[in-house]
């Protein structure tokens, strides 16, 4: 009778256990959340910082498109392109 009375609370201390257990490890446990949040967060600021560039990058194009003196800079820039009758001097 005494054994009886000792197994319900250790069968109950063991399913608190295992409760426990599983709310901070298991698959969709307190840990797997956080790690998850953080997860999150970075993709968020990926995003923001995805969206900066991307705005950065239409007006770009846009000054491609309609700005003729950033369209000659670029040229000369980028490309290393001159003028007609233009020198270049390289200096070593």
Excluded: C, W
């Excluded at 063991?14 to 797997?32: E, K, P, Q, R, S």
């Excluded at 999150?40 to 995003?47: A, C, H, L, P, S």
């Excluded at 846009?62 to 670029?74: C, I, K, S, T, V």
């Amino acid at each position: 009778m005494e054994s009886k009375k000792l197994l319900v609370p250790v069968i109950l201390v063991m399913f608190i256990g295992l409760f426990i257990g599983f709310t901070i490890f298991g698959d969709n446990g307190v840990l797997h959340l956080l790690g998850m949040n953080q997860e999150i967060k970075r993709i968020e600021n990926n995003i923001s910082r995805l969206n900066a560039e991307n705005k950065k990058l239409k007006h770009i194009a846009l000054l491609l498109q309609h700005d003729e003196r950033y369209q000659e800079l670029m040229s000369r820039q980028e490309l290393g392109m001159v003028r007609k009758n233009e020198k270049i001097f390289i200096f070593k």
